[in-house]
Structure formats: C-alpha cells, structure tokens
C-alpha cells in the first residue's frame, strides 16, 4: 500500500489569507487538533516564514518566537516545520526556532535559485533540523532544468525536495513529467505542493503521488494564498478512495476544517476571475492587488495586465512591474484610437 | 489541433442551485450573451429537464415553453438544448420543443437503465431533433458493462454517448478506463460532464477529452447542482493553455459569468463538508438535505448517513432512505450504550 505523508500548511499559507493575523491562542488550538489526526508535519508562522514579518510582506499578529512557543506547546505526535527564504530568516532564526523545538526547516528558493539555499541547507542540518528544500514557481523551468536544480538541492543535503506550485498554474501532464524524472534522478523523497488557481490542485497531488511523491502539502478547507490550497480533507478523501495511506481520519479532518477555520475565513475559497487569471499566466498572488490598483489607475482590464506579467516571467518582489505594465497598455491603447 | 464542443449548462443545471427560479429574462439575457462567444450549445430548461416542475422537484419560476421561447428569441449561433428524463418527458413536450426552436434533445437515464430511453431517442430522431444520450450515475457500472449501456445508446441512434458524473464521485483513473474503452467501442462522438464535489470536475473533463471525448459540458461560474459543475471559463482557460480549440473568448466568458451569474448565486461554489461527502459516497446531491433532516432527527452524523446512502448504491427517488439509513445508525448506537 501506498503511504504518504501529510504536511497541514494551514498555519503558514494560510496567513497569507488571513493578513498574517492567526493568534498564538488560535495555532495552539489548531494545532493541537490537528496533532490528533496523523498528520506528519504542521508549519506555522508568517506566511513568508522565518523573518517575514515586515512592512513589505505584512506584519504578524504574532513574532515567529510566540508562533513557535504556541504550537510547540501542544504537539506530541506531529512535528513541527517552519519555512524560510535565503535573504530573509537568519542564522539567529535559527537559533530561536531550534529552542522552540521546531524539527524541520523548509529552505525556499524560486527553483532558478537553487543555489542560493546551500548554505541555509548546510547549516540547517549541522543544527540537526531534518532539512527539505523547496523550489518555488516550478514552471518556469523545463523539465531537464527542473531536475537540475532539484539535484543541486538534494547535494547540498536537503533530505526532501519539493516542487511548489504557488500560482497554481501547472496541469497534470506537466507535474507528471516533472514528478517522473525526479524520482527517476534523485535519491532522496520528493514533495509537491498545489494551489487551485485552475482547481487542479487535487488533481496534481495525485498525479505527483502516482510519480512516486511522497511528501504533500495541504491546507483545511484550503485555506492558503490566492485560491488557496490543496484541502486537507480533500486529499484524505481521495487517498482513501485510491488505498493511498495517510493515516488520518476524514471526519476528524472535517470537523477541524469546519469547526476551527471556516469561522476564520474572510472569504470563502471559491474560484474568483482574478485567481484564475493568476492560474492561467502563472503569477503569484501576491501581484493581485498591484495589478488591480495599476488597471484602475490607468483604466486597463487587470485580468490583462495579469496575462502580461505572466508573459514576462515575473515573480515575488517584482510586483511594481504591474505599473509599467499598465501604463504601456493604456499607451499603446491611446495610440491606437 | 483538438477542437471540443462545449454544452453550457448553466441555464439548465445552474437551475438545481436557484431552485429553479431564473426567470424567462434572466434565460433570455445569459443565453443572449453565452450566443456571441461560440459556445457550441446552450441547454436551457428546469433542472430535472422537460416536465421536470413538480412538487416533488421544485417548482419552476416559468415554464418550458416560456423559458424555451426565450431562450430562442436571442440565439444566432449556438444550438438550443433541452434534456429530457423517461418518464417525465413526453411526446407533447417534444412537440412543443420542436415549435419553439430546440435542435438538440439529450435523453438522460441511470447508466443501468439505458433500455428506456429507447422510445424517446427514436421518437426524438424521427421527429428531426439531433439527438443525444446521457448515462447518469455513471460510476455504479464497471468498464465493460458502462460501455455495453454506451453501445445500447448507439443502437437506439444516439447521436452522442455522454456520461454525467453527477455526484462528482469519479477520479481522474475512473474516467481514463471508461473514456478509452467507449472510444474504441463506439463510433458515434462522446462525451463528459463532471461535478465538483471532489474538485476534480477539469481535471476529469481533461482526461476524458484527452481519451477522445469531443463533447463536454460546463457551467459559468461552476453553477450548477451540489459542489457545482467544470466552470465555463475554466475550461476554456485549460484549453487555451493545452491549444485545445474551443472557439470561446476567455476574458468575455469571465464577464459574463461576474456581470450575470455572481450577482444571482445564493452561496459561492466552495467545496463545504457536505458536498465533499456527497462526492466521496457517490451520492446525488439531491440526498443532501434528506441526510440532513434524517440525521438530525434521529441524532446521528449526517456525513456518515450520506457515506451509508453511497455504500448502498442509492440512486435518484431513493432520497427517503436516509430516514431508514438514520434510524438504524441511532439503534445500533443505542444498542451499544
């Protein structure tokens, strides 16, 4: 029988939904539950990890410290993961999240950057985290560069690599290619994590479990970025159906889901226009509300500056990008009449 | 290049999630507008097709011919549909459909009754509709016996083979064996409509257009029935990104979609408990609040009423097996006290 292992990303991802504004009371309550069911890992902290508490991410309810302590205070089963991005969470972060009793550290790159995580990598494991590595806005690369970049990542001792899809742009056939030739090239486990831009991210959970991904990320009720991520409860759902192990039990999932987070949630997670526009050009979430403003300044359709973004290859920090966007269609729109 | 041809059925299913309420305006305003984009059909009607306004279905805000008329009165390119169920649609019905301008007729039965949709096919062929077959529930048969119904189908002069996911029960691998099998068995085109009750309403939608189905239906802004059906705009999205042609306009079916159906949806198509459980079971979601109201009363989890309802095979009429499924569930829980 096929067993995965289930990585709840509800108390990080999902801050990006909620403005950074879990409590601690609220992640200790979460968490606690989710101990319960069998999940193997539960992140939590900012939503741009270790660190990204900043005026250019969004200030945390909380500091990462009280996050940690939080979380850290009810676990028993579960272990507990935090995310980090070379350039912004230190070797002091470190420190902190090792006496919290944080056991894995995430190491986040854009998969182009690979090399720039060997030394959080290194020291991450001579620290004696279980070190996995994380390489962001997977669609940008081919398939031969993507397992290059993954190797790069398993050499500097990531002891899992994933390929997230943060603007939930992949589709099954490209996750399948992807998902195949890294298990066939690398030694150590590979993860996957979706986003439902284009309601796929159920369907490239499976399809990476079927290449042998071992390793997926979820979140309740898909509570995430943009048009959030693959539900928790979802994936267990169809495991169940497909005889894939997760070890967690589906009404209690449920319960969780609808108990601890629906009340929180400031919108429902359905498909709006603008989410699937991100899905559609591959731009991350976090251009949505640059793009909207620079449409509205220069009375363009967003959804159009989106798809040009994504033209570009843009990705997270080149947000103001939007604005140049904007002002050449309106230009170019000028001129035409 | 694959072309596909796309059914929206959002004046027809979309109908399950406003019981039954667009008004023959409404009708007129959606199909008017879905007409310019290149959809290839357009189904209009109460949910449960012809006659379908009853006490037992929900009464229609109009009637047939009301929202039939009106539905015609805008339509230049699109083929106008209607659905029929033996058993409920009559020879009159079909007269009537005929004067107001229907072209395409589908007959809908459970995949297990394939051999009463017979009359009504032949009826509809010779009375020069372009007609069409629908297998619901299309989960309960195996591969081999799914495909034997399909060819039934065929044999009565179905133009088009379609299989209807109702419960959004079905997975990506499910629909790969059916779809490959009827291909090769079957010379007339097929077809798919999924629901989302797993979100997996375009990834199947996909698999089947990827093992040869030319026909798929879908609903602007995924509304429809239960968890809702493949989105309009999603698939066009999909398909544009995969060069599959389906002659629509991404960013005019976005509009139409938020100018006309957001404002009239009573909830968002997010996934709730409920409809994933739906999924789950295979159980139409027109057991939803019987589970509900039989759970309640006899204090038990409506979830595991609708996983028993699913594991029994129940199908549409059966809805009042809930009451029993409930009842036994709160003896045996007694019993063990």
């Known amino acids: 029988m096929v067993k995965i292992k289930i990585l709840d990303d509800t108390l990080r991802d999902g801050q990006h939904a909620l403005s950074h504004q879990f409590t601690p009371d609220q992640v200790a309550e979460i968490a606690g539950r989710l101990d319960k069911t069998g999940v193997d890992a539960i992140e939590v902290g900012h939503g741009n990890g270790l660190s990204g508490s900043s005026c250019q991410y969004g200030i945390g309810y909380?500091?990462?410290?009280e996050y940690l302590t939080a979380a850290a205070s009810v676990l028993k089963h579960a272990?507990?993961?935090?995310?980090?991005?070379?350039?912004?969470?230190?070797?002091?972060?470190?420190?902190?999240a090792k006496r919290c009793g944080v056991q894995i550290v995430r190491v986040s790159t854009q998969i182009t950057e690979a090399d720039i995580a060997m030394q959080h990598i290194e020291m991450a494991k001579k620290m004696g985290f279980e070190t996995r590595a994380i390489l962001t806005q997977a669609q940008v690369l081919d398939v031969e560069a993507t397992v290059r970049q993954a190797k790069l990542m398993e050499s500097y001792g990531a002891d899992v690599v994933y390929l997230f899809d943060g603007s939930g742009y992949m589709l099954p056939g490209q996750i399948r290619e992807r998902f195949t030739a890294m298990k066939e090239a690398l030694n150590v486990p590979i993860g996957f994590h979706g986003h439902n831009n284009l309601q796929l991210a159920l369907a490239n959970s499976l399809v990476a479990i079927e290449c042998g991904a071992e390793h997926i990320d979820t979140c309740l009720k898909g509570f995430g970025a943009g048009a959030g991520n693959c539900p928790t409860?979802?994936?267990?759902?169809a495991a169940n159906?497909?005889?894939?192990?997760?070890?967690?039990?589906?009404?209690?999932?449920?319960?969780?889901?609808?108990?601890?987070?629906v009340p929180l949630m400031p919108r429902p997670m359905d498909l709006?226009?603008?989410?699937?526009?991100?899905?559609?050009?591959g731009v991350y979430s976090s251009f949505r509300l640059f793009a909207q403003r620079a449409a509205e300044k220069y009375g363009v359709d967003s959804r159009k500056v989106i798809a040009e973004v994504g033209a570009r290859k843009c990705?997270?920090?080149?947000?103001?990008?939007c604005i140049d966007?904007?002002?050449?269609?309106?230009?170019?729109?000028?001129?035409?009449?």
């Open 62 to 65: 909380a500091s990462d410290e």
């Open 79 to 96: 272990k507990l993961a935090i995310i980090v991005l070379p350039g912004i969470g230190t070797r002091e972060n470190f420190e902190m």
């Open 233 to 237: 409860e979802l994936l267990v759902a």
């Open 241 to 261: 159906r497909l005889s894939i192990e997760t070890g967690i039990d589906l009404f209690e999932i449920l319960n969780i889901g609808d108990e601890l987070i």
């Open 272 to 281: 709006t226009s603008d989410c699937l526009m991100l899905g559609y050009a």
């Open 315 to 321: 990705t997270e920090g080149q947000e103001d990008l």
């Open 325 to 337: 966007v904007a002002y050449e269609m309106s230009k170019a729109a000028k001129e035409e009449r």
